[in-house]
T-cell receptor, first 114, second 113 residues
Framework: NAGVMQNPRHLVRRRGQEARLRCSPM?????VYWYRQLPEEGLKFMVY????????ESGMPKERFSAEFPKEGPSILRIQQVVRGDSAAYFC????????????FGPGTRLTVT | DAKTTQPPSMDCAEGRAANLPCNHS???????VYWYRQIHSQGPQYIIH???NNETNEMASLIITEDRKSSTLILPHATLRDTAVYYC??????????????FGKGTKLSVIP
C-alpha cells in the first residue's frame, strides 16, 4: 500500500524558469493538500484540492503559483518565473475525506532556485 | 485555529517515557488536538489526535486536561528513532479551515543514548 508519492524529490531551477511539482495521493484518497516549508520554519498551508476542484487556495501566493488535481493523474503545483525566495521544501498530503481526518504526507520536493 | 504553545526543545533518555506538553488555552469546543512529528526534513508523520477523551494508539498516548486548555503527548519508551520535531496542532473539526493544519515551531525532542 504505497504512501503519498512526490516527484521529483529534488529540483534545481534558475531564476525565471518554471517548476512543476507532482503529487500522487494514497490509493483511495481524493483530497490533496500542499504545504510549503521555508528553511528553519514550520509548514505553511498553501492549497486544498479535490478531483478537478480547488477548494481553498487561501495560502497560495497571488502570483506565479497555481495548482491542479485533474480527473486522471497526479496533482501538480506549478511555479512560474521562480525567484530565490521560492527555494523551500514543498510537501503534499492526502486524506480520504476532509474534516476530521488525518493527513498523510509525502516525502516532499526540495526546490532550489539558483 | 487556536494558537498552541510548546517548549522549543526537550531531552529524553533512551528507554524512558517522553512527555511533551502543549498549551492551547483558547481552544474552542469543536477543535481537535492533533500531534504530528517531522524527522529530519522528512514529511510530517501523523501520531494521534483527540477531542476531549484521552487517546492511545500503537505510537503514543494523548492526555487532554478536563478543561481542554492543555495536553501531553506521551511516548512510553523513547528510542533514538523518536528524535524529531513534534508539532501540537489545534484544528477545527469541520467547515471552513478544517482542512488546514497550522504548524508552529514545535518541540525538538532529542533522545539521548
Amino acid at each position: 500500500n504505497a504512501g503519498v508519492m512526490q516527484n521529483p524529490r529534488h529540483l534545481v531551477r534558475r531564476r525565471g524558469q518554471e517548476a512543476r511539482l507532482r503529487c500522487s495521493p494514497m490509493k483511495g484518497h481524493s483530497h490533496v493538500y500542499w504545504y510549503r516549508q521555508l528553511p528553519e520554519e514550520g509548514l505553511k498551508f498553501m492549497v486544498y484540492l479535490q478531483k478537478e476542484n480547488i477548494i481553498d487556495e487561501s495560502g497560495m501566493p497571488k502570483e506565479r503559483f497555481s495548482a491542479e488535481f485533474p480527473k486522471e493523474g497526479p496533482s501538480i503545483l506549478r511555479i512560474q518565473q521562480v525567484v530565490r525566495g521560492d527555494s523551500a521544501a514543498y510537501f503534499c498530503a492526502s486524506s480520504p475525506q476532509s474534516g476530521d481526518n488525518e493527513q498523510y504526507f509525502g516525502p516532499g520536493t526540495r526546490l532550489t532556485v539558483t | 485555529d487556536a494558537k498552541t504553545t510548546q517548549p522549543p526543545s526537550m531531552d529524553c533518555a533512551e528507554g524512558r517515557a517522553a512527555n511533551l506538553p502543549c498549551n492551547h488555552s483558547t481552544i474552542s469546543g469543536n477543535e481537535y488536538v492533533y500531534w504530528y512529528r517531522q524527522i529530519h526534513s522528512q514529511g510530517p508523520q501523523y501520531i494521534i489526535h483527540g477531542l476531549k477523551n484521552n487517546e492511545t494508539n500503537e505510537m503514543a498516548s494523548l492526555i487532554i486536561t478536563e478543561d481542554r486548555k492543555s495536553s501531553t503527548l506521551i511516548l512510553p519508551h523513547a528510542t533514538l528513532r523518536d528524535t524529531a520535531v513534534y508539532y501540537c496542532i489545534v484544528r477545527v473539526a469541520s467547515g471552513a479551515g478544517s482542512y488546514q493544519l497550522t504548524f508552529g515551531k514545535g518541540t525538538k525532542l532529542s533522545v539521548i543514548p
